[in-house]
């Protein structure tokens, strides 16, 4: 980013996968930083909102339950460890148990769209 005289903004680049919501904050937070009175309690003059487009990058545990950490659901591969625990557990380690148990609980795929 590079300021012009007075703080006027010249360029802003911003990599692709940042996307709009992004360039659209940092633009707002330039505009805002030459305002007076803005007061929000940091050394940051700008205060930002959490953004649903943000909530992909924020970290959380993996649902399989081995206490990591990530951006997704699910480590690579802790899925399937998920499931085949699971299985183990529930369906005495018979994947044919399970699909049997599917097929008899779950709505037709007719009727569920």
């Known amino acids: 980013m590079n300021l012009g005289q ?3 903004v ?4 911003l990599p692709a996968a940042y996307g709009v919501a992004a360039a659209q904050r940092v633009l707002f937070g330039l505009a805002e ?3 007076a009175g803005i007061e929000t309690g940091s050394q ?8 649903e487009e943000e909530r992909v990058l924020l970290q959380r545990p993996c649902a399989c ?15 399937v460890r998920a499931i085949q625990q699971r299985v183990k557990d529930r369906f005495g380690g018979s994947p044919l ?10 709505p037709d795929a007719a009727t569920a769209a």
């Open 97 to 106: 148990k399970l699909i049997q148990f599917i097929d008899e609980h779950a």
């Open 65 to 79: 339950g081995c206490d990591a950490t990530s951006n997704r659901d699910f480590l690579p591969g802790h899925d």
């Open 33 to 35: 930083l030459g305002r």
């Open 10 to 13: 010249k360029a802003v680049a």
């Open 6 to 8: 007075g703080g006027d």
């Open 44 to 51: 940051n003059p700008v205060g930002y909102c959490d953004l």
